[in-house]
Structure formats: C-alpha cells, structure tokens
Nanobody, 125 residues
Framework: QVQLVESGGGLVQVGGSLRLSCAAS????????MGWFRQAPGKEREFVAA????????YYADSVKGRFTISRDNAKNTVYLQMNSLKPEDTAVYYC??????????????????WGQGTQVTVSS
C-alpha cells in the first residue's frame, strides 16, 4: 500500500504562488495515476487535478484550469501541484491520493484512495 505525505502549504497573498509536494512510499508509485483534492471548511472534498502514471496526461477541475499544474517525478516518488494566480477561494486543506478505480477523467472522490494527511493553503486578501 502506498503512503502519502503532503507538504508545501502555507499563507500566501492573492495572486501569489505555491508549490505543493506529495511524497509516496513504496516501489509501485509509478504504477498509479495520482490526484489532488481540496477541502474548505464546511465544504465537501473536491477534485483539483489528476495525472497519469507516465505524467503525459492530466485533467483539471474547471475552477483551477489554466492556473494550476500537476506533475510528477517517478524517480523521486513525488507528485507536485504548482498553484499560480491564487485566489481566496483556493483556501483549503489540500490532499493527494492514489487513483484506484474509475475511468480516466473522472473527478469522483470514490475513485481515489490512500489519502495523505493534507497540507493547509491559505490565500489572504
């Protein structure tokens, strides 16, 4: 089973940037598509982005398309989320997860598992 640890969150001003990292344990990391989700206070966890095993294919939630970029380095067992042009509504705890089921392009939370503990991102205005 893959274990995930997120890092890189923090406090940033509107329009700023952050890069989140998700380090995975285990030798099978490159076999899994990966995803990022986020959860704001009082809201459900929502899909942000996903990336294929090779890193060649990605898909994003409409709310972050053009501002966020997901990438991965299989040699380092790490997936990244580069977040630019941040907005107050991006404030949330961000989680990475392994895509365990479902079709490519599905944003369903139930298609992902092995959740990390999350990292807080706060965008101040």
């Amino acid at each position: 089973q893959v274990q995930l640890v997120e890092s890189g969150g923090g406090l940033v001003q509107v329009g700023g940037s952050l890069r989140l990292s998700c380090a995975a344990s285990g030798r099978t990391f490159s076999s899994y598509a990966m995803g990022w989700f986020r959860q704001a206070p009082g809201k459900e966890r929502e899909f942000v982005a996903a990336i294929s095993t090779s890193g060649r294919n990605t898909y994003y939630a409409d709310s972050v398309k053009g501002r966020f970029t997901i990438s991965r380095d299989n040699a380092k067992n790490t997936v990244y989320l580069q977040m630019n042009s941040l907005k107050p509504e991006d404030t949330a705890v961000y989680y990475c997860a392994v895509k365990v089921s479902g079709s490519w392009g599905s944003p369903s939370r139930t298609d992902f598992g092995s959740w990390g503990q999350g990292t807080q991102v706060t965008v101040s205005s």
